[in-house]
Structures are given as structure tokens and as C-alpha cells.
């Protein structure tokens, strides 16, 4: 067909409706996908952190109206780029399914590994269901990854989960955590605890570059059942706790 208008582009602005498909897709290619200048710290946090993998199922509802994208190039071309979403919540309404993933989050602790992941995304933000998946070859349950305001600056990232297992597999998050403290005694026996613990753990990142540990937010509460310390007393071993914090 044959569109005729009286004014050019910019000034010509069009209205979009549009349903995107997309299967079978390398997980690694997904970047290419995304919409970059949606927010560039995002993009480059996801397509860097979730790797591998397959993206078995993609659809996505588009609506733009005229004033959207008018907005979307004035934010575009602001030299101050405002935090304020410049299109509804409304116009973008996208599902991504992606099947054994590996997801990275802060450098030096453990990637979840086979991860099976539907991430929503909206014309604000972006919400991942972490439906299975493995810390140390531990299974976590009920974990989310969430980006509240795609195109905030200072954009943090909500990491949160349940976990269940062998004492020993917090040990390599608390060897981060201590990274910068001299070994002693104590921190040895730490090291080398045994039993059962479960908890939930929530995690506020700021996506910066040169992160470090202090900046991140971390609640931790964990239950630890028939705990051994070995060493912790002069030598001798604590044995038989039931803690919580």
C-alpha cells in the first residue's frame, strides 16, 4: 500500500500495534532481541549474566502510540536522560521462557546453573520467575530477579530466593563475605561447618561498575539444624546446634 502525510519524520509520528513470536532461540542471542536504548545498563546486565541456554518460547504485545514515541526520542535525545518511564506500563506486555540458563550475579559467588526462567517484561519493568535451578548443585525454590524501572540510572537489581541443603554449601557466600578478614580460628571452624540449614535470602545489587561486596543490600535468615563446629573451643568441637538468625 501507499502512505501519504503532510509532514516528515520527526515530525510524522506513527502509532504501533505489533505481536512478536520468536522459538528455539540461543539464549545468547537474546541481546539482540532487546531493545538496547529501552535502558542500556539493563540490557547489558542481562544479556552479560544470563547465558547459555535455550529461549524455548518468546511472545511479545507492543503498543505504542504517537506520544509514546515521541517521548521515547525526546528522552532519547535529552542529554540529562530523566528516570521516569517515557511510555505506559501498558505498551509492552512480553514473555520470555528460557530453559537451561546459567545466571551469574555477583562476581565470586556461585552461578546458578540449569536454570529453567520465565521472564515478564512490561513497558516499566522486568520480572523473572526462576522456576528451577542449582547453587553448588543444590536445587532453590521460589526465586526471583526483578528490575523495578528499566530506565532508572542508578538502576538496582532484586535477587530473592529460598534455599535448602548442607550447611557447607553457604560456605563459599561466606568466604566472599570474609574475603578481606585474616584467617583465624573461628572463621576456620566456620569453614568447615556440618548439618542442615534452610532460609530465604533477598539481595538489593546496584548495577555499577567496580562493584563491591559493602554495596550490596543481603537479609539472610537461614535455619541451621544439627550443626558441628569443629575446633571452635580451644580445639574442641561444638556439636548439636540448632540455631536461627
Known sequence: GIMHNSKA???FLPSIETTAYISNLDANELGSYW?????????????NNIRDGIVKEAKGIFKFSAE?????????????KPNEPPIPDSAIDATINI????????????????VNTSVHFTGHAMDATVESGAILNKKI?????????????????????????NAQDLVPFLKT???EKPNSEELASIYNISG?????????????SNLKYDDIDIKIAADFRNVILPGLLNG??????NLAF
Do not use: C, Q
Open 9 to 11: 519524520w520527526p515530525e
Open 35 to 47: 531493545p538496547y536504548n529501552m535502558n542500556n545498563i539493563a540490557w547489558e546486565w542481562v544479556t
Open 68 to 80: 509514546d514515541i515521541s517521548n521515547i526520542i525526546k528522552r532519547e535525545k535529552s542529554p540529562e
Open 99 to 114: 530453559e537451561n540458563a546459567k545466571l551469574s550475579y555477583v562476581e565470586h559467588f556461585p552461578n546458578v546453573n540449569n
Open 141 to 165: 525454590n521460589n526465586a526471583r530477579v526483578k528490575f523495578n524501572n528499566l530506565w532508572h540510572h542508578n538502576l538496582p537489581i532484586s535477587i530473592s530466593g529460598d534455599f535448602k541443603g
Open 177 to 179: 563475605s570474609y574475603m
Open 196 to 208: 542442615e540449614v534452610s532460609g530465604n535470602i533477598d539481595l538489593t545489587i546496584p548495577i555499577i
Open 236 to 241: 574442641k568441637n561444638v556439636s548439636g546446634i
